[in-house]
Each structure stands twice: as C-alpha cells, then as structure tokens.
C-alpha cells in the first residue's frame, strides 16, 4: 500500500469498549498503539497484555510507540504482543542503532522518536538502520494537544535526507493530526499520520479516517 498512512491512535479510544473501537477503523491503515510508562512521559497507559489484545482483534499492523525508559527491556515483549514496527524513543536510550538492529534481526520493524526539543540533525547518518522515524508534534503523553506546526521543519530535513539516500524510511508525524492540521503535515513530506482525537472523538470515526486520507493525499 502506498502512502499516505492513516494510523488512529488508541489512546483516545473508548477502553471500556476497545475492541469495538479497532473494529471501527477497519478502514485505517495502521492501528498506533501508545505505550507509556508513568517516567518517560507523566503518564501511565497500557502495556503488552493490551496491546496483545488489541492485536487479536485486528489484521491492521500494530504500530507501537513506546514512551518508556529502558525500551531495551521491553522489546521482547512487545514483539511477543504482536507489534509489527516499535518505536522508541532516542532521549531513552544510548544506542538507538543496536536497538534498531535488535529489532530488525528479531523481524520486528524499526523506528525511532525525537520529542519537540530534540533536533533531527545528529540522527540523519543513521536512518538506513529505521524502517520508520516519529517526529513529535506535541510533546509527548497526552492526547488532545495543539499540533506544533513548527516541527514540520523537521519533516523537511528528514524528507530531503531519504530521498538523497534513496531510503524508504517511512516519516510518521504524531500529535494534535486533525482536518485543519493535516494538509501541512502531507506537503512537508509526512508518509504516516497518527490521529486520536480526532477519530475516536469524531462520531463516525470511519469517516474521520477516510476524510483524513483525502486531505493527505491532496
Ligand atoms: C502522545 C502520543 C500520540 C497521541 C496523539 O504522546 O504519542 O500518539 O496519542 O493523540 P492526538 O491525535 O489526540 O494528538
Ligand atoms: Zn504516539
């Protein structure tokens, strides 16, 4: 499938009603799982029995990033649950490229994530080991936030940097992702496009995917 790639985030999902939830986005591409850990970021979510769960309930790929410490330590897990890429997050760990090629050798799918207030620049040498790179529109932990369209600099970065190496490596943009914000995202060169709130707020949230997708592939 090419891009664009919408991926409703399921933090904003109903927890009490999850599997129905994913069924209602059948129509999206990817479902993104948001793990946090209460340290990494200031909040707690879920971890690999949900995501398990929530693997058992759909074909769609499980894009799972992880807002934790030691994401060396989980992996394993989470692989185990089910994830089809794993994104962590490079203020977390002091090799992001052994991680990404324990990934890989594992037959996971490798990402990294860079918060607001970490440049892209010292990790552009590195991105033939990553299947996938988040850049952050919010600062991560919440949903629900103003998208930061000042971040979109850092999608022009990355977006020059793969296609003068000839990369596939996937850009995905994360946070405050609505009909108002998307068309930005799309022309700065974003592949994938994570949204909570404005899926699962929406009340056809089908409909929500599916109008995202448009706007994206404007
Ligand atoms: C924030 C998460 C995002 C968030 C997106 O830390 O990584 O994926 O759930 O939610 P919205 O789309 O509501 O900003
Ligand atoms: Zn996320």
């Not at 799982?33 to 769960?53: E, K, Q, R």
């Amino acid at each position: 499938m090419p891009a664009p790639y919408i991926a409703p985030s399921i933090l904003a999902a109903d927890y009490a009603n999850l599997g129905d939830d994913v069924e209602k986005v059948a129509n999206a591409d990817w479902i993104h799982v948001d793990i946090m850990d209460g340290h990494f970021v200031p909040n707690l979510s879920f971890g690999p029995d949900v995501t398990a769960a929530v693997d058992g309930v759909t074909d769609q790929e499980l894009d799972v990033h992880i807002m934790i410490e030691e994401p060396e330590k989980w992996i394993d897990a989470y692989i185990k649950a089910g994830a089809d890429t794993i994104i962590f997050h490079v203020e977390a760990t002091d090799d992001h490229v052994a991680l990404a090629k324990e990934l890989r050798e594992k037959g996971c799918k490798a990402g990294f994530a860079i918060k607001p207030g970490t440049p892209v620049e010292p990790y552009l040498a590195d991105l033939e080991h990553f299947d996938e790179v988040i850049v952050m529109s919010v600062e991560p932990g919440f949903g629900g936030q103003k998208f930061m369209p000042e971040m979109l600099d850092k999608v022009r970065t990355l977006r020059k940097a793969i296609d003068e190496k000839g990369l596939h490596t996937i850009i995905e943009i994360d946070g405050g992702i609505n009909e108002d914000t998307i068309t930005q995202a799309a022309e700065a060169g974003v592949d994938a496009f994570v949204a909570g709130s404005a899926v699962f707020g929406a009340a056809d949230p089908a409909a929500a995917v599916e109008k995202l997708r448009e706007l994206a592939s404007k």
